[in-house]
Every structure is written in C-alpha cells, then in structure tokens.
C-alpha cells in the first residue's frame, strides 16, 4: 500500500497491523512546519472515540517551544 495515496477513508478502514506499517515507513514531520497548520484526525479505539471519533490538532508555537493541542 503506497502511503501517498491514502484517504481519509482508507486511514479509518484499515485495521491496526496496516496503520502500524503505515507509521513504522513514515517520516516524521517537521516540527517547524507544522506551526500555524490545523490536522483533522480520527480516534481508532474504543477509549479514544469517547469524546468523538474524530479529532482536530492546532498546532502552534509559544516562547519557543512547539505545541500541539487538541481542539
């Protein structure tokens, strides 16, 4: 499975031993980068889809130090 061109859809259908191949190959992003950008995400277990089963992360960075907070 080339990880550039899966969905949101497939990212939610796939079972945890394929999102673990998917992470194990990919490169983090760069901290940097991610400042001023909004990521929507998806809670897979059970525990995680309490508040919701989708997630939204602010990224920002506050007196030199990048953060990260769900929103």
Request: proline share 4%; charged share 25%; hydrophobic share 35%.
């Amino acid at each position: 499975m080339e990880t550039s061109t899966l969905t949101f859809e497939d990212l939610v259908e796939a079972d945890k031993a394929t999102l673990e191949k998917i992470l194990v190959k990919s490169v983090a992003p760069d901290p940097e980068i991610l400042n001023g950008l909004t990521y929507d995400g998806y809670n897979h277990d059970w525990m995680g889809q309490l508040p919701g089963r989708k997630f939204r992360k602010v990224f920002m960075k506050i007196d030199n130090a990048n953060y990260g907070v769900n929103h």
